[in-house]
């Protein structure tokens, strides 16, 4: 829950560098406010085809690796609306995925949560609140050292790694379980 990728942190700072992409104040607006939402909600909306024989933890973390791999269009293709609007959608869309993924990750962590459900579900869901405060730091100190191309490349390195570290301990103990019953 405290590791950094798919925490949305970039969400926040995406106005901040439209100018650096040349998109207007207005189309900026509407990329980050109602298009963002519908967006957000779309990628919610698609983390229902996973397949619920996949664990939580391997999709999202999975689903998180391609959020991450979407900020390399704003990182590394040219400073133009259109690399803007493409890694914009991209991201929002796929941040939408993985807060839908977080929330099933927490609840098969729960399993049956008898009455101390809601508690422990609202007490567990707010550390995935961490990454988005260090991460919003993080990201601003890549802007400020590397510009607007920073924010992107810091978000998706940090988070890439912090999502192969997890998914290769979830994978490799999926692995050890499976072993261990043959």
């Known amino acids: 829950m405290l590791f950094p990728m798919g925490s949305g942190a970039a969400i926040g700072l995406l106005p901040g560098i439209a100018q650096d992409y040349h998109v207007s ?4 607006a509407w990329m980050n406010g ?20 996949i664990s939580a933890s391997v999709a999202y973390l999975s689903v998180c690796l391609i959020n991450e791999v979407t900020l390399l269009v704003l990182w590394l293709c040219p400073a133009s609306p259109a690399t803007y609007f493409i890694g914009s959608t991209l991201y929002l869309f796929t941040i939408g995925t993985c807060y839908a993924m977080f929330t099933a990750v927490v609840l098969e962590f729960m399993g049956h949560s008898g009455k101390s459900g809601s508690g422990r579900y609202s007490i567990i869901n707010s550390l995935g609140n961490v990454p988005v405060v260090y991460m919003t730091t993080v990201d601003g100190h890549g802007a400020k050292l590397f510009g607007a191309r920073g924010l992107a490349g810091t978000d998706a390195v940090v988070g890439a790694i912090g999502a192969v570290i997890l998914l290769a301990y ?7 379980a499976v072993s261990a019953t043959t």
Do not use: E, V, Y
Request: aromatic share 10%; proline share 3%; glycine share 12%.
């Open 34 to 53: 109602l298009g963002g939402a519908f967006l957000t909600a779309a990628g919610s909306l698609a983390a229902t085809f996973i397949p619920t024989r």
């Open 25 to 28: 104040g207005q189309q900026m």
């Open 170 to 176: 979830f994978l490799n103990r999926r692995q050890s």
